[in-house]
T-cell receptor
Framework: KNEVEQSPQNLTAQEGEFITINCSYS?????LHWLQQHPGGGIVSLFM???GKKKHGRLIATINIQEKHSSLHITASHPRDSAVYIC????????????FGEGTQLTVNP | DTEVTQTPKHLVMGMTNKKSLKCEQH?????MYWYKQKAKKPPELMFV???????INESVPSRFSPECPNSSLLNLHLHALQPEDSALYLC????????????FGPGTRLTVL
């Protein structure tokens, strides 16, 4: 079993829909990261969470430390949101490695 | 300056060539990472440098040779690569916080013929 599990693996939505991507982890962490990668592109950090909830524009990320679960929500989805969304966790300790989930391929159709 | 830059963007090389990938950041970050990413897979960690010293080597073949000449620059020297080494090579850096927020570069798309 992977230490970081994401669901769903693939998600297709119509423009305007509310989207949720889930991430569960099984190890101790200092932070959970949501990353975005467009086709052929580099990776952008969307959120880094250690507790609670963060919002940036149409994106919202939540984390439940007790349940070891996080969700990424996209409100009013748009075709430009089409990308791979990756959940990753970092253990305590600076300069340590990230453990990545397998990613969720999101396609938003107009 | 809040970005990580990587050069070249694309690289095509033969199996007998020697080439280098370059990564640069001017955010004062003291940990820098090399990742390899194959299509439709998450990044795989290759190396980590902390304060210009190699702190993690994920048993990477010796045909990949990292170098950190100063706190802003990270190189990856390539020699005698195989076609299966074709991938996107990503660099990232981490600032002096305990939560390891990583700033990624745009990557170098490497093709080995």
């Amino acid at each position: 079993k992977n230490e970081v599990e994401q669901s769903p693996q693939n998600l297709t939505a119509q423009e305007g829909e509310f989207i949720t991507i889930n991430c569960s982890y099984s190890v101790g962490i200092s932070a959970l990261h949501w990353l975005q990668q467009h086709p052929g592109g580099g990776i952008v950090s969307l959120f880094m969470l250690s507790s609670g909830k963060k919002k940036h524009g149409r994106l919202i990320a939540t984390i439940n430390i007790q349940e070891k679960h996080s969700s990424l929500h996209i409100t009013a989805s748009h075709p430009r949101d089409s990308a791979v969304y990756i959940c990753a966790v970092s253990p305590p300790g600076w300069g340590s490695r990230l453990t990545f989930g397998e990613g969720t391929q999101l396609t938003v159709n107009p | 300056d809040t970005e990580v830059t990587q050069t070249p963007k694309h690289l095509v090389m033969g199996m007998t060539n020697k080439k280098s990938l370059k990564c640069e950041q001017h955010m004062g970050h003291r940990a820098m990472y090399w990742y390899k990413q194959k299509a439709k897979k998450p990044p795989e960690l290759m190396f980590v440098y902390s304060y210009e010293k190699l702190s993690i080597n994920e048993s990477v073949p010796s045909r990949f040779s990292p170098e950190c000449p100063n706190s802003s620059l990270l190189n990856l020297h390539l020699h005698a690569l195989q076609p299966e080494d074709s991938a996107l090579y990503l660099c990232a850096s981490v600032g002096a916080t305990s939560n390891n927020e990583q700033f990624f570069g745009p990557g170098t798309r490497l093709t080995v013929l």
